[in-house]
């Protein structure tokens, strides 16, 4: 056969070829159909599994264009154990788990049931943290050891993920939407919650001064080898910031600030491995409740500088309470508002600046609070009970429709506290104290 023949016999096999391949040819998946066709799991438990077959659709999540997961509706997305940036965005997934990642980590525009972030459990990676913003969650089961911005979101507003025998029109109830879990620096702000706002003080995650990164505490070779001489775990700096928040709740509280089993936060943990942790320590501990909206309940302060065995002393902290527009809408037959839900309360608090400054405080029901025989003649706007070497200020607050304006009871001779610029409507009694505050306040009308 000459060249020419076999040139031409080539050529004609070819366009069979081609034609044969074009008529059994597998059409393109849309983006909808690729989203309803997987149903299952994305598991990544370390750098190598960050690839196409687990839900990588290609790079910019930053730090020289590593990953991107989008676009997917699955039952559980979950990355562990990572130092590679990803983005996580334009999902919709029932489970979303993110555990120790680094400071490396964007979730935004997503649809999730419940998210939880490093989780007490056994790790390679430093804790995760960066940026959560612009999705929706049913519920956040646990924000834990997040140092980053989580903001913008929308919590707990789907009724169908909620108990149905919990809700209470406008609220779903008085469940947890959000618990924030341990922290240092971050920052919790412009989130719409549907639930109370749960803030915890975890012990064992510090600094070694106010605005550094928090110490790596995994058992790793690199973090192994912490010690007392070079890296101090004697003095731990906490600090949060929550502004700008609008929370409904219909329980005892919709924001409360925690230290409950300080012990079981501060020692070591299968999170936190280091035995450095167990010894003799100071905390550092600043808190910033600014300029949220409260529909339905209070703010609570629950335990500031806890007692705890291994504790050398306390150091002066800061509790800011200032600019919050707090409303409490507990119905008639509801005898729990006079058993203490009041709008603002701090109890067993010890060597803290607390400032309560500039809040609006009222409660709007069809109770009237200023009836000597019924249940809600001991509301309070303000409630200080159990304090100890503090220094209180409370100015420039409104109080409206409460008997008490601001009511005190067993403070130590350790406590100075102030009042001035009270403005109260519907209030029986503006300021008052029990026997057990050795030291009047200072009231400036």
Do not use: C
């Not at 029109?169 to 919650?193: K, L, M, Q, S």
């Not at 004697?234 to 929550?242: I, S």
Request: charged share 25%; glycine share 8%.
């Amino acid at each position: 056969m000459s060249s020419r023949s076999r040139k031409a016999l080539a050529l004609a096999i070819t366009a069979v070829l081609a034609a044969t391949y074009s008529l059994v040819a597998v059409p393109q998946a849309s983006a909808e159909e690729e989203r309803e066709a997987r149903q299952g799991s994305i598991i990544i438990s370390k750098d190598t599994q960050f690839t196409d077959v687990n839900g990588v659709r290609g790079g910019s999540g930053t730090a020289s264009d590593p990953y991107v997961i989008s676009d997917w509706d699955v039952s559980e997305i979950r990355i562990s154990d990572t130092d590679k940036h990803f983005l996580i965005k334009n999902n919709k997934v029932d489970f979303l788990t993110l555990n120790w990642n680094g400071n490396n980590v964007v979730v935004k525009n997503n649809e999730v049931g419940d998210l939880r972030v490093n989780e007490n459990v056994p790790r390679t990676g430093g804790p995760t943290t960066g940026v959560i913003v612009n999705n929706t969650f049913d519920v956040v089961g646990q924000l834990r050891h997040w140092d980053g911005v989580f903001a913008h979101n929308v919590v707990g507003a789907n009724p169908d993920a909620m108990d149905p025998n919990q809700l209470e029109i406008p609220f779903f109830g008085d469940t947890r939407a959000v618990n924030f879990d341990g922290w240092n620096g971050a920052h919790f702000y412009d989130n719409e919650i549907h639930g109370y706002v749960e803030v915890r003080l975890h012990g064992h995650h510090h600094s070694s001064e106010y605005g550094d990164s928090s110490h790596d505490h995994s058992a790793t070779d690199e973090h192994a080898a912490h010690s007392m001489d070079d890296m101090d775990h004697t003095n731990r700096f906490h600090e949060v910031w929550l502004h700008d928040n609008t929370i409904y709740a219909s329980g005892a509280y919709g924001l409360i600030y925690t230290d409950t089993n300080h012990a079981g936060n501060d020692r070591t943990a299968n999170s936190e491995e280091n035995e450095e942790l167990n010894k003799p320590h100071q905390h550092h501990t600043k808190v910033h409740f600014i300029n949220n909206k409260l529909i339905g309940a209070g703010i609570y302060v629950d335990i500031f500088n806890a007692d705890d065995e291994n504790h050398i002393k306390t150091n002066r902290g800061l509790m800011q309470i200032e600019g919050n527009d707090i409303t409490l809408t507990y119905p008639e037959d509801d005898l729990t508002f006079g058993s203490g839900y009041d709008g603002i309360t701090v109890w067993d608090a010890k060597d803290v600046d607390l400032n309560i400054i500039n809040n609006s405080i009222r409660y709007d029901g069809s109770a009237d609070p200023l009836a000597q025989d019924n249940e809600y003649s001991t509301a309070r706007g303000i409630s200080l009970r159990t304090l100890d070497k503090s220094d209180v200020t409370i100015g420039g607050n409104y109080i409206e429709n409460f008997f008490y304006g601001i009511y005190a009871s067993d403070m130590s001779n350790t406590v100075f506290w102030r009042v001035f610029d009270l403005e109260t409507k519907g209030v029986s009694d503006q300021v008052a104290w029990d026997s057990n505050v050795k030291n009047e306040p200072q009231v400036d009308r």
